[in-house]
């Protein structure tokens, strides 16, 4: 079983709807949750981190956390043709290093 | 600040060549890291370095080398390079090991016939 279980898409949804990203993890002791963003033959940049059950609102983005169900997941509200990239999900078990998500494919389409 | 650098950024190694992938930080962090990317199996870590003198194997070691050469560098060295080894590697960069935000290179993209 993998550490980090993304969907990996592609995700397709029309401009200004909201984009929903899953991801589940596998380690209960799981502290810290990150989502990147990837654009094509670019490198990752960090857009959300959780580590509370619940939700983290920063602009357009929401990032939601259940522990219980060891469940992560990303909403970009008012979604852009610039959101179009690849969404990585890392997630640290405690002290522990980032195990990456696949990632999910989001395509924006105008 | 250039903040993350790596050279190269392209190489086509033959099977059993040697090589050494470069990567440089501006941002004084302690912690640096070394990935690959490959279709289908996301980025996974190679190697680490906590803070300068000290190198920790990741989660795919097998077939690498690193080097912490100072604070601001950290090499990555295939010394037979192998088919398996074809990937998108990224070195990246903390301020700490359990800080949240790394910082990524721009990628050295590798390819071994």
């Known amino acids: 079983q993998k550490e980090v279980e993304q969907n990996s898409g592609p995700l397709s949804v029309p401009e200004g709807a909201i984009a929903s990203l899953n991801c589940t993890y596998s380690d209960r002791g799981s502290q810290s949750f990150f989502w990147y963003r990837q654009y094509s033959g670019k490198s990752p940049e960090l857009i959300m981190s959780i580590y509370s059950n619940g939700d983290k609102e920063d602009g357009r983005f929401t990032a939601q956390l259940n522990k219980a169900s060891q469940y992560v997941s990303l909403l970009i509200r008012d979604s852009q043709p610039s959101d179009s990239a690849t969404y990585l999900c890392?997630?640290?078990?405690?002290?522990?290093?980032?195990?990456f998500g696949t990632g999910t494919r989001l395509t924006v389409i105008p | 600040n250039a903040g993350v650098t790596q050279t190269p950024k392209f190489q086509v190694l033959k099977t059993g060549q040697s090589m050494t992938l470069q990567c440089a930080q501006d941002?004084?962090?302690?912690?640096m890291y070394w990935y690959r990317q490959d279709p289908g199996m996301g980025l996974r870590l190679i190697y680490y370095s906590a803070s300068e003198g000290t190198t920790d194997k990741g989660e795919v070691p097998n077939g690498y080398n690193v080097s912490r050469l100072n604070k601001r560098e950290f090499s990555l060295r295939l010394e037979s390079a192998a088919p398996s080894q074809t990937s998108v590697y990224f070195c990246?960069?903390?301020?700490?090991?359990?800080?949240?935000?790394?910082?990524f290179g721009p990628g050295t993209r590798l390819l071994v016939l």
């Open positions: 941002m004084n962090h302690n912690s």
């Open positions: 990246a960069s903390s301020e700490a090991r359990t800080e949240e935000t790394q910082y």
């Open positions: 890392a997630v640290r078990p405690w002290a522990n290093n980032l195990f």
